[in-house]
């Protein structure tokens, strides 16, 4: 019965380097998305996969930020060189299929990244 | 586009009082709105919702009614508890689309 897994749970990056973010989603949800949460503000959209297809990425703010779910199953979110404002949480939800969810997503803890 | 206001906090109360956060949205369509809770080191979790217009979301005490023509979807609850400490995000979905617009949270911090 487990939720929406993210992990690592905190992340200190130097300005300039790389990060890796998974999400583990609720098993059997076909949908996901991702969110970053600044300091003090309310989630905003980046990315959403229907099982590996990426079929919406308008969210995301650069060509640094990637993601990906080859397997229909976990996702990752990369960030190529780290900058001092992608300093955030990063927030993943699943739900079912977009015409099933009822508009509900479930939500992970995040992960909270923190570029010096 | 379509947004998400609500009111800025921190909201400090005692215990028992009565509570209303303020919400409204701009939108160009007919989307469901829903009030999100955010505990103290945990995720995001759906606290209500409301599908259209004058549906009354309720949950844990909360309720919150789709207002169309003030264009508003308020939270009240009538007698909070240090429980109910915790960030509180309003925000709208449509059906078709992938995407929650969030406002930017109320922090709610109750005193015994």
């Known amino acids: 019965g487990a939720g929406v897994s993210q992990s690592p749970r905190y992340k200190v990056a130097k300005r300039g380097q790389d990060v890796a973010l998974r999400c583990d989603p609720i098993?059997?949800?076909?949908?996901l998305f991702w969110y970053q949460q600044a300091l003090g503000q309310g989630p905003e959209f980046l990315t959403y996969f229907q099982n590996e297809a990426q079929l919406d990425k308008s969210g995301l703010p650069s060509d640094r930020f990637f993601a990906e779910r080859p397997e229909g199953s976990v996702s990752t979110l990369k960030i190529q060189r780290t900058q001092q404002e992608d300093s955030a949480v990063y927030l993943c939800?699943?739900?079912?299929?977009?015409?099933?969810?009822?508009?509900?997503?479930?939500f992970g803890p995040g992960t909270r990244l923190t570029v010096l | 586009g379509d947004s998400v206001t609500q009111m800025e906090g921190p909201v400090t109360l005692s215990e028992e009082a009565f509570l209303t956060i303020n919400c409204t949205y701009t939108a160009t369509g007919y989307p469901s709105l829903f009030w999100y809770v955010q505990y103290p080191g945990e995720g995001l979790q759906l606290l209500l919702k409301a599908t259209k217009a004058d549906d009354k979301g309720s949950n844990k005490g909360f309720e919150a009614t789709y207002r169309k023509e003030t264009t508003s979807f308020h939270l009240e609850k009538g007698s909070v508890q240090v429980s109910d400490s915790a960030v509180y995000f309003c925000a709208l979905k449509y059906s078709s689309a992938s995407k929650i617009i969030f406002g930017s949270g109320t922090r709610l911090s109750i005193r015994p």
């Open positions: 098993s059997g949800h076909v949908s």
């Open positions: 939800a699943s739900s079912l299929p977009l015409r099933l969810a009822k508009n509900e997503q479930f």
